[in-house]
């Protein structure tokens, strides 16, 4: 059965702590892992769209990478503002969509 | 990306009436979508809405209890009939087709139902 796993559920860093969300996956054929970010009460925000072991994008503070089993989503020097709840899903046909649970990340000024 | 908007932002509805919720884009798009997120829950999909024919319903979802319209390539509306306590959540349109050669959804605000 095609799965989403996101860990850890939440996490608190302190201003310019840098650290890593990891999204691990299994699915039978891969067309697409992607990023989000949803902040409360609006709809997810793209971030990234992976495909391959190895591939790796950046954005601002946020770089995603992916491996055949899982990708991360490492944040450098967070700030305040990048306080959010962050999804990661697989595609595991055409737009079929399996999104994990996601993890709120707080951080503290 | 595209902009997208949805009405209404929110309400709070009693049990046994429907609400429709509609979705706009502001250009073309092959596929659109509709998702529900539960309190607490992650982005589940409700169904595929199709220009020109019936949409294509996930394990679950019933066209009864969700109608789904797409009469052109910009709206489509979503009705959620005869509520209960149990249909409160927040309900996503997305839109796909935009970025060529990938599968990248792009996400409308949502709409965040109650139910009484």
């Known amino acids: 059965e095609d799965q989403v796993t996101q860990s850890p559920e939440a996490l608190r860093l302190q201003e310019g702590e840098s650290s890593s969300l990891n999204c691990s996956y299994t699915v039978s054929g891969l067309r697409g892992l992607f990023w989000y970010r949803q902040d409360p009460g609006k709809g997810p925000e793209f971030l990234f769209t992976?495909?391959?072991a190895g591939e790796e994008k950046e954005k601002e503070r946020l770089k995603a990478t992916l491996t055949k089993k899982e990708s991360f989503l490492h944040i450098t020097a967070p700030k305040p503002e990048d306080s959010a709840t962050y999804l990661c899903a697989v595609a595991s046909g055409t737009y079929k969509y399996i999104f994990g649970t996601g993890t709120r990340l707080k951080v503290l000024a | 990306s595209a902009v997208i908007s949805q009405k209404p932002s929110r309400d709070i509805c009693q049990r046994g009436t429907s609400l429709t919720i509609q979705c706009q884009v502001d250009s073309q798009v092959t596929m659109m979508f509709w998702y529900r997120q539960q309190p607490g829950q992650s982005l589940t999909l409700i169904a595929t809405?199709?220009?020109?024919?019936?949409?294509?319903?996930e394990s679950g979802f019933v066209i009864d209890k969700f109608p789904i319209s797409r009469p052109n390539l910009t709206f489509s509306t979503l009705t959620v009939s005869n509520m209960s306590p149990e249909d409160s959540s927040i309900y996503l349109c997305?839109?796909?087709?935009?970025?060529?050669?990938?599968?990248?959804?792009?996400f409308g605000p949502g709409t965040r139902l109650t139910v009484l």
């Open positions: 809405a199709n220009q020109g024919s019936e949409a294509t319903y």
């Open positions: 997305s839109v796909g087709g935009l970025a060529e050669g990938t599968d990248t959804q792009y």
């Open positions: 992976l495909y391959s």
